[in-house]
């Protein structure tokens, strides 16, 4: 007789197992990295923004599932909105039908953008990026993406090549025919426009990798030269958008910026179902879908199914029933001037940008010859170490995860779920400042742990 399938049983069997089914069966180098730097922990349950250790330890969540959990996990109204769709078993993914989710679904994320009249749902946000680029080089005519130094849009290859790390792209060319111009850089821009051969240029509004802001007006210039020359402006708010910055997108924080393509996904999945959104202008979509023998030209094999529908649903009744916007704002705000009042305090600490629930905290050169001298042995051996020295203590000693904006950047990023309060703020301050305070005794253990740091960056060179 086959034995029915009962997940907890198989978890209390199997679970302790997880790092080693990681290094046989998946990325082997995750469990490799966690073990060196002292994160693999072992979870057992989450709730709101924090999780619990198998001591029962909570830990408070800076990190969000890299802008996922926007609702911390396990939101009671996804939940039970998600257990509904199942219960009512849907005939669902049918192709040859109209459910009624999906429309609902895109009327509702219209109502946050008045500009824009229809949506394409897929799975991801890379997904969301490539439907962006396939649209805007249909309706243009032209084959190029312009995309800003630094971005990141996805790893799949048609986002990959709007890639702005290098990291990323080597070894995987050739790529699609798009150019980097620097973020701010509206000569850079019109030059390439010039050329005439570009659909769009694609940004972030605040680029996730070290947390840089587009320069104030600089989004409603660049529409304006990208349509002087028949382009598009593809915003991508795959992270920043659903509440993250304050606003509903973070393009929204500058008057009079209308993208003709928009992309999300993280945050609208509740943390829970996969899912991508692509929204533009109706003759954008008119154009793509111009005939029924085109109904199919672009698809997604689960887009539009009616959990990933339902849990975008909940999300943003969520939103709008517990303010989680104006949250984000007034929570974000005290998080980042408490922060930005220790730049004078601490030599090593340099800037403290961003908006809303999107916090960059950047590291520098300190002018102590003896901070310096020691800052000076990280930076050779790897730029980028002491943040990163910074980001483990703050697990290993005060349970709170964070993680460095980006590779070889002395830069950390927060970006913890939009309901966090005042107590978690009291909570992350307290816990940065006593590692800054171990930071400039000039010894203590996060310098000891800094060998540790130095000799792992040598070895892999």
Not at 172 to 188: E, I, K, N, R, W
Not at 256 to 265: H, K, M, N
Not at 268 to 293: C, E, H, N, Q, R
Not at 303 to 331: D, F, K, P
């Amino acid at each position: 007789m086959t034995k029915e399938f009962d997940l907890g049983a198989l978890l209390a069997e199997r679970g302790a197992e997880r790092y080693e089914l990681h290094s046989k069966y998946l990325n082997h180098q995750l469990p490799r990295m966690l073990h060196t730097i002292g994160f693999d922990k072992v979870y057992e349950r989450a709730e709101g923004a924090h999780f619990w250790d198998a001591d029962g330890n909570d830990h408070l969540d800076m990190l969000a599932g890299f802008g996922v959990m926007g609702l911390g996990r396990h939101h009671p109204v996804v939940r039970k909105a998600l257990h509904d769709v199942l219960d009512a078993s849907l005939a669902d993914l049918t192709r040859f039908d109209c459910q009624p989710l999906p429309g609902l679904l895109a009327e509702k994320l219209l109502t946050y953008s008045p500009h824009l009249d229809r949506v394409f749902f897929g799975n991801s946000g890379t997904e969301a990026v490539e439907t962006a680029l396939k649209f805007a080089r249909y309706v243009t005519g032209k084959p190029r993406i312009l995309y800003c130094d630094h971005a990141f849009h996805g790893l799949t290859t048609g986002s990959l090549s709007v890639n702005g790390e290098d990291g990323f792209r080597d070894g995987f060319a050739p790529l699609l025919p798009d150019t980097a111009v620097p973020l701010g850089d509206l000569d850079a821009l019109a030059r390439e426009l010039k050329k005439g051969d570009v659909a769009a240029l694609i940004v972030e509004p605040i680029q996730g990798k070290g947390v840089h802001e587009a320069p104030p007006s600089y989004l409603r210039a660049a529409q304006q030269l990208l349509h002087k020359h028949k382009a598009l402006l593809i915003a991508d708010e795959v992270q920043t958008g659903l509440g993250r910055t304050g606003d509903f997108y973070a393009y929204q924080h500058e008057e009079g910026v209308e993208p003709d393509l928009v992309c999300v996904a993280k945050a609208l999945s509740g943390g829970y179902v996969p899912v991508g959104a692509t929204l533009g202008k109706d003759w954008i979509f008119k154009k793509v879908y111009s005939s029924m023998d085109r109904v199919l030209v672009h698809s997604a094999s689960f887009g539009s199914n009616a959990q990933a529908m339902t849990a975008g649903l909940a999300v943003l009744s969520v939103m709008e029933n517990e303010q989680i916007v104006a949250n984000a704002r007034a929570t974000g705000e005290q998080l980042k001037s408490r922060l930005a009042a220790l730049i004078d305090k601490y030599e090593l600490l340099a800037d403290v940008r961003g908006r809303g629930l999107m916090i960059g905290i950047e590291f520098g050169r300190p002018k102590s010859l003896k901070l310096r001298s020691r800052w000076t042995m990280l930076q050779a051996a790897r730029k980028g170490l002491f943040a990163q020295m910074v980001v483990v203590p703050l697990l290993q000693r005060h349970r709170i995860l964070t993680q460095v904006s980006g590779d070889h950047l002395e830069v950390i990023k927060l970006i913890p779920p939009l309901i966090i309060g005042e107590q978690d703020v009291d909570r992350f301050v307290d816990a940065f400042t006593a590692v800054m305070d171990d930071a400039h005794s000039g010894g203590g253990l996060m310098w000891d742990f800094s060998k540790t740091l130095v000799k792992q960056a040598v070895a892999n060179r």
